[in-house]
């Protein structure tokens, strides 16, 4: 995909009439994976259910960004979880079974970050789920407009090279 392409299809999501829901998914997935390290399958599994549910494209690559620049201070917390979760003796066989599996180590789960980001995430699934679709239904009645009257909205959907990429 060329620059032209991906900024067509961003724009395009973000002045597409969606329903409240599809903004929440894809705020709250893009949260879920914007606080975890990318590096590893885990990060790419959640990313696959989000576009396999009505999540809205633009605003999960949005919010993967937005919570990718706070993830240096949620480190600190997801850190401690992940500590904890995978200190617990009970579970140290389990642990042990999923890490001598063939994939599974690929997933990063022993990392403490990865483990306690995907444990905070799920927490924290729900409240912004919620929390996002307020704004989904904020964004929707008022936003939307303000955004497709931007100048540089109007200039790219005027020039014909992004008229030829609409198509």
Do not use: H
């Not at 894809?26 to 959640?46: E, H, T, V």
């Not at 690559?61 to 992940?82: E, H, Q, R, V």
């Not at 904020?138 to 959907?157: G, T, V, W």
């Amino acid at each position: 995909m060329n620059p032209v392409s991906i900024l067509r299809q961003l724009i395009k999501g973000l002045l597409s009439d969606n329903e409240d829901y599809q903004i929440a998914l894809g705020i709250s997935f893009g949260m879920i994976i914007g606080i975890i390290p990318k590096n590893n399958l885990c990060a790419q599994i959640i990313f696959i259910i989000s576009l396999s549910t009505k999540a809205n494209v633009p605003f999960l690559i949005l919010s993967i960004f937005a919570f990718s620049l706070i993830s240096p201070i949620t480190d600190i917390i997801t850190d401690k979880i992940g500590y904890f979760i995978l200190g617990i003796k009970s579970l140290e066989p389990f642990f042990t079974k999923l890490y001598n599996m063939a994939v599974i180590p690929w997933t990063d789960f022993n990392n403490t970050v990865v483990m306690g980001g995907v444990i905070f995430g799920i927490i924290m699934f729900y409240p912004v789920y919620l929390f996002s679709k307020k704004f989904g239904k904020f964004y929707n009645l008022k936003l939307r407009e303000k955004i497709s009257n931007l100048k540089i909205i109007k200039i790219l959907k005027a020039s014909w090279l992004f008229e030829w990429y609409f198509k």
